[in-house]
């Protein structure tokens, strides 16, 4: 797992790094550009990746209590936040194409849509992993001694909850 999130760390450093050089040459489209994609979508977002991480704790201590009963609930209020995630990124992604806002408006919407798309798909890796450990955690896979799939899930959503934490101030406040 922990092969894996450097991966992901290596990959976003990579696209931060687009972003700031970008940044650097064009500096009046990411001082426009925020003003035109959805900052309320960006901060519904913010708090359901936050939201999952919370749930994700909450339910590595249950399973570290062995109630897995309860540790199942907090994982099913984890997927419930990314599919709020996909839900809002998916509406936001509406209202931005009603708006004329694609990939080709302009530097600032490029590096907003790899990075924004980009997480997205981390996202989805997560879901599915989620599904395994709400699989794992309804059939006794995991109890008190014995959960470190559990805590290896929770560790790769922090990391995509920490690139989110980046990536939200970067694209929708910074000016």
Not at 153 to 162: P, R
């Amino acid at each position: 797992m922990w092969a894996g999130i450097l991966a992901e760390m290596t990959e976003f450093g990579l696209l931060f790094c687009v972003y700031f050089v970008a940044r650097f040459y064009n500096p009046a489209s990411f001082q426009s550009g925020p003003a035109e994609i959805n900052v309320m979508a960006g901060t519904a977002n913010t708090v359901m990746m936050i939201s999952g991480s919370y749930f994700v704790v909450k339910a590595v201590h249950a399973i570290r209590d062995n109630q897995s009963r309860l540790a199942l609930r907090w994982l099913f209020l984890v997927l419930l936040t990314i599919l709020g995630y996909a839900t809002i990124k998916s509406l936001e992604l509406q209202w931005n194409l009603a708006h004329g806002i694609t990939g080709r408006s302009g530097i600032f919407f490029t590096v907003y849509y790899y990075l924004t798309l980009t997480h997205m798909v981390h996202v989805f890796w997560g879901g599915i992993a989620l599904l395994w450990v709400i699989f794992r955690t309804h059939s006794g896979g995991y109890n008190s001694h014995s959960h470190e799939g559990l805590e290896s899930f929770a560790s790769y959503w922090h990391a995509t909850d920490l690139v989110w934490l980046v990536i939200f101030p970067l694209l929708y406040l910074l000016r």
